[in-house]
T-cell receptor
């Protein structure tokens, strides 16, 4: 299993600013992901955070808008840059453990005014 | 691209009634997992199915993986108010791409 600490849990931000979300795992994991979940919707994969190299982004998501860092196997950050109200969402980090299960952080609820 | 379609989107049942959600893929899945997300919470792993035709049970929950490994179902017998939440299927597909179904939100009236 894995215990994930994600922060902030929520934030209200002004348009045009940037917010960095942190994800700390209690064990070393190879696969770490960032998801976005808009109200009442499913989870959309933003990117796979790769340790020591650039993240792998899914279609519709770009590094300039969602820069990701993964300095080691237990920590990652996601930045939401130049925010607009359309970026209001819940952002979740997730890790894939050896058994094939996904474990999620508690999520960061972002509201952009 | 590969998609996993999940139906229904919403289901309202009376406590004690049964509930089923279905996931269907256009291509063969290497495995399928089911997750439950309570209101305001994050998804929590329920089960993984790997084999063709596999059936697994957890108390009142029954999970099935189709013979062709293109569909799966989650059935809850005699729902309780604690079953409220959104149920997602998730698969790595056969391309390694990670795919969540759209989710089925279950409401249970006491």
């Amino acid at each position: 299993s894995a215990v994930i600490s994600q922060k902030p849990s929520r934030d209200i931000c002004q348009r045009g600013t940037s917010l960095t979300i942190q994800c700390q795992v209690d064990s070393q994991v190879t696969m770490m992901f960032w998801y976005r979940q808009q109200p009442g919707q499913s989870l959309t994969l933003i990117a796979t955070a790769n340790q020591g190299s650039e993240a792998t982004y899914e279609s519709g998501f770009v590094i300039d808008k969602f820069p990701i860092s993964r300095p080691n196997l237990t920590f990652s950050t996601l930045t939401v840059s130049n925010m607009s109200p359309e970026d209001s969402s819940i952002y979740l980090c997730s890790v894939l453990v050896g058994s094939g299960e996904l474990f999620f952080g508690e999520g960061s609820r972002l509201t952009v005014l | 691209g590969q998609q996993v379609m999940q139906i229904p989107q919403y289901q309202h049942v009376q406590e004690g009634e049964d509930f089923t959600t279905y996931c269907n893929s256009s291509t063969t899945l290497s495995n399928i997992q089911w997750y439950k997300q309570r209101p305001g919470g994050h998804p929590v792993f329920l089960i993984q199915l790997v084999k063709s035709g596999e059936v697994k049970k957890q108390k009142r929950l029954t999970f099935q993986f189709g013979e062709a490994k293109k569909n799966s179902s989650l059935h809850i017998t005699a729902t309780q108010t604690t079953d409220v939440g959104t149920y997602f299927c998730w698969s790595s597909g056969n391309t390694g791409k990670l795919i969540f179904g759209q989710g089925t939100t279950l409401q249970v009236k006491p």
